[in-house]
């Protein structure tokens, strides 16, 4: 398993597409559960860490 390092401000993509189309999201809290907004139309999403590691595929702001 690839550990990842995130920060508040991290630009992350996803496995799975949007429905406004986007892969990518912003996180803005990081914890016990991970808040998320969508970069394409601003929705917000809170999601338990283990889920959000599962989901997420790469760190677009550190190039991982």
Known sequence: MIIMNFDIGDIVRTKKVHPCGSKLWELTRIGV????????????IVLPREKALKIITKNETKNE
């Open 33 to 44: 559960d991970f808040k998320m907004k969508c970069k394409g139309c601003g929705h917000v």
